[in-house]
């Protein structure tokens, strides 16, 4: 997009502007747009280290605790265990002949 010094000459900037108008609105629009996406990154970033292993009950830190080696979330707190998706099916496969309460829990069928 450099200025052509025969329209200069010849007092044709509007020409040139305008040929060049639809390539300078796109790269305006591009810079918005990654302007645009790099803040919500980082208000993204921000939010999950704000609340990244924080308890859902109590809002405090929680620390990974291993569990018949299943790592599991253990608040400071309440002392709540918090799961993760498929971790208590884990535990349950880990532990077949402990099927009573944790099966009933998941509604799975006592098989005794």
Request: aromatic content about 8%; hydrophobic content about 30%; glycine content about 6%.
């Amino acid at each position: 997009m450099a200025w052509d010094t025969e329209d200069i000459r010849k007092g044709r900037e509007d020409d040139w502007f305008h040929r060049n108008e639809a390539q300078m609105m796109e790269a305006a629009r591009q810079r918005r747009e990654a302007a645009e996406s790099a803040k919500k990154t980082e208000a993204s970033e921000e939010l999950r280290k704000a609340h990244w292993r924080k308890c859902p009950k109590c809002g405090h830190d929680m620390e990974v605790e291993t569990i018949s080696g299943i790592e599991v979330e253990r608040c400071t707190s309440c002392e709540g265990i918090f799961f993760d998706r498929g971790e208590l099916e884990q535990l349950l496969v880990k532990h077949q002949d402990r099927k009573g309460f944790f099966r009933r829990l998941l509604g799975y069928p006592d098989s005794r």
